[in-house]
């Protein structure tokens, strides 16, 4: 079985930025798409970015421009770099990957799930 593990989070202040990581162990991860999610207090998970098997990648609206994602299919690893953070970025971001082969835009097809690492910008 698979298993993905999130790392990077931490506390930043507005206007900085955070590299966070996935890595991928169990499986290899490489004919998967492989997206990352945020969940903030009160609020329903949402998708970030997502990124596919072929390495065409998807991002949502707030975070366009600011936030990139990448893949290293030969450390099994995906990554989300997160420039210009605001404070409603505050979350926790779950990374997930899924045989998914049409766009990426939500958690439909996700069947791996990392347990998430905390992102909080201070304003």
């Known amino acids: 079985q698979g298993q993905l593990a999130e790392s990077g989070g931490g506390l930043v202040q507005a206007g900085g930025s955070l590299r966070l990581s996935c890595a991928g162990s169990?499986?290899?991860?490489?004919?998967?798409?492989m997206a990352w999610f945020r969940q903030a207090p009160g609020k329903e998970r949402e998708f970030v970015a997502g990124?596919?098997?072929?390495?065409?990648?998807y991002y949502a609206y707030s975070v366009k421009d600011r936030f990139t994602i990448s893949r290293d299919n030969a450390k099994n690893a995906v990554y989300l770099q997160m420039n210009s953070l605001k404070p409603e970025d505050t979350a926790v971001y779950y990374c997930?990957?899924?045989?998914?082969?049409?766009?990426?835009?939500?958690?439909?097809?996700?069947?791996?799930w990392g347990q998430g690492t905390q992102v909080t910008v201070s304003s």
């Open positions: 997930a990957a899924g045989l998914v082969f049409g766009p990426l835009t939500s958690a439909t097809g996700m069947n791996y």
């Open positions: 990124i596919s098997w072929t390495s065409t990648t």
């Open positions: 169990g499986r290899t991860f490489d004919t998967y798409a």
